[in-house]
């Protein structure tokens, strides 16, 4: 078998290394090691792959569980550009495998019909996001000038726009595109707790509502 790609390999283990670190910041059940594994480590458990020749990328594909047992697929699919019949077969393999959450991470971007494909799949039942890898080399939730990031429960929004006899449009907003947001899995009308660092006060917390 050829020797991989040193270029790929070290994107692909970047890429796997932040897409585990979201997964466990949204609470799904991932192990240490995981989202702390080195390069080597990566080339350990996944020996010559990935490359560009064989084995192929979709062979990192995994699902992880939360503690609710609700099941999200980390799909990676082989295509340089993802088209509409990848997005078909990601949604027959979710339905399948009663999944209800998926991250799609494409090497460099879909095809206009496989962006609206993804977009319309599953309506309210299936919730899908896609990442380029370019977007994941870097986990932005741990730069310096990134606050901390807290979405509330349907409860706690509740308690918040009671407290501050609050109406949804007053809230100030943060876009679903937003890069923390999109990390984070963030959806429209759900409220997040930002937290600053703040040189007088110690602490500084704002809320904003996503749309």
């Given amino acids: 078998m050829p ?15 932040t897409v585990m670190q979201m997964c466990r910041d949204r609470g799904f059940l991932i192990e240490d090691n995981e989202c702390t594994m080195t390069e080597d480590g990566f080339k350990d458990t996944f020996g010559s792959k990935p490359s560009e020749d ?11 569980e939360n503690e609710h047992g609700e099941s999200l697929g980390l799909f990676f699919p082989d295509e340089q550009k993802v088209g509409r019949a990848a997005v078909r077969q990601i949604v027959e393999s979710m339905t ?3 999944m209800r959450y998926a991250i799609v991470v494409v090497r460099v971007g879909m095809t206009p019909s496989a962006k609206k494909a993804l977009q319309s799949a599953g309506g309210d039942t299936l919730q899908i ?16 000038l990134v606050p901390k990031h807290e979405l509330l429960t349907p409860e706690e929004k509740i308690a918040l726009i009671k407290r501050y006899k609050l109406k949804e449009q007053q809230i100030p907003r943060i876009k679903v595109s937003d890069p923390v947001a999109k990390y984070h899995g963030l959806r429209r009308g759900q409220i997040v707790k930002i ?4 040189p007088t006060a110690g602490r500084y917390v704002t809320y904003r509502i996503v749309h």
């Fill in 3 to 17: 020797e991989p790609d040193v270029e790929v390999v070290f994107r692909l283990w970047r890429t796997r290394l």
């Fill in 54 to 64: 064989e084995p192929k990328r979709s062979e990192m594909n995994v699902v992880v």
């Fill in 96 to 98: 399948d495998n009663d």
């Fill in 129 to 144: 996001q896609s990442f380029t890898e370019a977007e994941l080399m870097v986990n932005i939730t741990e730069h310096e």
């Fill in 195 to 198: 937290t600053r660092d703040s």
